[in-house]
């Protein structure tokens, strides 16, 4: 039995991709932890993996967010960073703690985790990146020129450098610390190639996508039988739509024979979701939260702000998508799943009329959405991803990088 170790931040979009992936490993009977903040904690031990607790100062989003936990992202992708440095800084010396004792035999770390290399580096312990998003391709240090430019020439991103390199170098690593984080040995790619920029320029000797390493529910029924379903859901840190989700109600008036499932979050009060008069329609069915990708396999659209876990799980289960991109990665994604044939977006101005045309038009992309699907199913999953990661371990002859690092 290997001791495998996962290393991560608080923020479900970090956490989520990889659950399967742990339950699965510990299936195979090895021993996991993961290093991660208690608040995740029923989620990792639903896994059968233990929970290394550290604290996080990871400003906390959506519905455990305060206003001042928000503000903590607020700015421009400089000062977001910076939020990130700090981490850094307070996870090592915590993670140091937790493990000198107990030293895994491979360490996985998303990547919102990469310092854990610094233990990886100090222990020979092989590392493996596990992305559940796109990753880097050949050509694109020249591609980020512009944005690296500008992080080493503004005041405030000379310092968050300085402060990344001064952490590495006191634990004896002198290598530049923007290429350290993002320049992963070994990584699994929980996206499908078709969600990847400059896919043909990604070197598969390091990348190996899988698609999403979920285990998915038994298959849906029929569609014959039930009505036509709607799910909206922003995720965990966008939930704030009540536009959206009385656009929503509005349609379910007007089209009583579909079906309409909210995902509102924890900060949005179920009983002021309703139709434009007032009342929630019977078609309507409003959820803090949901298993979505359960729910997703008896959708037959699928309106997102097209996270990448969401766009990845429509994109397993065969689901045409309305997106809605809210920031970062959104946008882009929300154009690959464009290009890729299954999606739409959502209409301005919205209203019942709208989004009914919306939805019409998603529901004609459903036979390109079940090809996606099975290419996806073609990329291996789960099983594939496991696979990967036991590949690593030393006793199956997987690399092992000891070099000499300080600890003090």
């Not at 421009?76 to 895994?104: C, G, H, K, M, T």
């Not at 992309?365 to 073609?378: D, F, I, S, V």
Request: aromatic content about 6%; glycine content about 8%; overall charge negative.
């Amino acid at each position: 039995m290997a001791h495998i170790a996962m290393f991560s931040i608080p923020a479900p979009g970090h956490v989520l991709p990889a659950l399967d992936l742990l339950a699965e490993l510990v299936r195979r009977g090895h021993r996991v932890t993961y290093a991660n903040d208690p608040s995740m904690r029923d989620a990792i031990e639903a896994t059968g993996a233990e929970l290394k607790p550290y604290t996080s100062v990871i400003p906390k989003l959506g519905e455990a967010a305060t206003a001042d936990a928000e503000d903590g992202f607020a700015g421009d992708v400089i000062d977001q960073l910076s939020v990130f440095a700090d981490e850094y800084e307070n996870q090592l010396p915590q993670w140091f703690a937790l493990y000198e004792d107990d030293r895994p035999d491979l360490i996985l770390y998303d990547i919102a985790g990469a310092m854990s290399l610094v233990l990886a580096r100090a222990w020979g312990v092989p590392a493996l990146q596990v992305s559940p998003t796109y990753v880097a391709w050949e050509g694109y240090a020249d591609d980020m020129a512009d944005f690296h430019t500008m992080l080493r020439t503004d005041p405030r991103g000379i310092a968050m450098l300085a402060r990344q390199d001064a952490l590495l170098a006191r634990y004896g690593i002198e290598t530049d610390s923007l290429e350290f984080i993002g320049t992963p040995e070994r990584s699994l790619v929980l996206i499908a190639p078709s969600m990847q920029p400059n896919a043909d320029r990604v070197d598969r000797s390091i990348y190996t996508f899988t698609g999403p390493a979920r285990r998915l529910p038994e298959a849906a029924p029929s569609t014959q039988g039930r009505p036509a379903t709607l799910l909206v859901s922003f995720g965990s840190a966008f939930t704030d739509q009540p536009d959206t989700y009385r656009a929503a109600c509005d349609f379910a008036v007007a089209r009583p024979d579909w079906r309409v499932i909210l995902q509102v979050g924890g900060r949005t009060d179920p009983s002021t979701v309703t139709a434009s008069d007032g009342a929630l329609p019977p078609n309507v069915e409003v959820h803090p939260w949901i298993d979505q990708v359960t729910v997703l396999g008896e959708t037959d659209v699928f309106l997102t702000h097209a996270g990448m876990g969401g766009s990845t799980e429509a994109m397993l289960t065969g689901t045409p998508v309305i997106t809605a991109p809210q920031a970062a990665d959104q946008f882009q994604n929300a154009e690959m799943l464009a290009s890729a044939g299954i999606a739409v977006p959502l209409p301005e101005p919205l209203d019942a009329v709208s989004l009914g045309a919306a939805c019409d038009a998603a529901l004609q992309l459903t036979g390109r959405a079940r090809e996606l699907a099975a290419e996806l199913a073609e990329l291996g999953g789960l099983d594939r991803a496991a696979d990967v990661v036991l590949e690593l371990l030393p006793s199956a002859g997987g690399p092992s990088h000891r070099t000499d690092v300080l600890l003090d």
